[in-house]
């Protein structure tokens, strides 16, 4: 069935380290989000991109990296420079750029700093 | 910038209740607003997407209305069940293709 696959569903990294995290999608969608989401704060945009081979940072990129080298996978890396990464992330898509798409999202990785 | 805000933050009502949820954006001049339904530890459902030139939408006992000119939206949900039980968001979409999201209202129905 069609869908947005994020994984792993809990992750957990040691201080110092990157991680990455996995987002598939099958809908055949064009663009791309990756979101982070904080208790009693609203969703806030890492990365997104509306092109294979193409991305643009939102508003918390700093200590991000994203990649689009395929047109189903996203996958976002949190580097050791991100300074406060614990927090549940989630990855969206729609089906382009277009102003009036919807956007649907994955069930969520939770990281995790130990 | 676009602020979304969602009031209140958290609702509770007895089952069969009609639940009332308002969401207000800063800049009127968007392209759609879509709601949003969260479970705890779960990823965001879609719900209803209402585009700018809409002034409402309707699904089953779900209806949301749209005031682009005063930065407004509502998300009713008639005769509410506990399944209703969640977290709802609001999200705007803005000429940068960012969709910009409201903290939500956690909603608590009980039986």
């Given at each position: 069935d069609g869908g947005i696959t994020q994984s792993p569903k809990y992750l957990f990294r040691k201080e110092g380290q990157n991680v990455t995290l996995s987002c598939e999608q099958n809908l055949n969608h064009d663009a791309m989000y990756w979101y982070r989401q904080d208790p009693g704060q609203g969703l806030r945009l890492i990365y997104y991109s509306q092109i294979v081979n193409d991305f643009q940072k939102g508003d918390i990129a700093e200590g991000y990296s994203v990649s689009r080298e395929k047109k189903e996978s996203f996958p976002l890396t949190v580097t050791s420079a991100q300074k406060n990464p614990t927090a549940f992330y989630l990855c969206a898509s729609s089906i382009n750029a277009d102003l009036n798409t919807e956007a649907f999202f994955g069930q969520g990785t939770r990281l995790t700093v130990v | 910038k676009q602020e979304v805000t969602q009031i209140p933050a958290a609702l509770s009502v007895p089952e069969g209740e009609n639940l009332v949820l308002n969401c207000s954006f800063?800049?009127?001049?968007?392209?759609?607003?879509?709601?949003?339904?969260?479970?705890?530890?779960?990823?965001?459902?879609?719900?209803?997407?209402?585009?700018?030139?809409?002034?409402?939408?309707?699904?089953?006992?779900?209806?949301?209305?749209?005031?682009?000119?005063?930065?407004?939206?509502?998300?009713?949900?008639?005769?509410?069940?506990?399944?209703?039980?969640?977290?709802?968001?609001?999200?705007?979409?803005?000429?940068?293709?960012?969709?910009?999201?409201?903290?939500?209202?956690?909603?608590?129905?009980?039986?």
């Open positions: - | 800063t800049d009127s001049a968007i392209y759609n607003l879509q709601w949003f339904r969260q479970d705890p530890g779960k990823g965001l459902t879609s719900l209803l997407l209402i585009q700018s030139s809409q002034r409402e939408q309707t699904s089953g006992r779900l209806n949301a209305s749209l005031d682009k000119s005063s930065g407004r939206s509502t998300l009713y949900i008639a005769a509410s069940q506990p399944g209703d039980s969640a977290t709802y968001l609001c999200a705007v979409i803005s000429n940068d293709y960012k969709l910009s999201f409201g903290a939500g209202t956690t909603v608590t129905v009980r039986a």
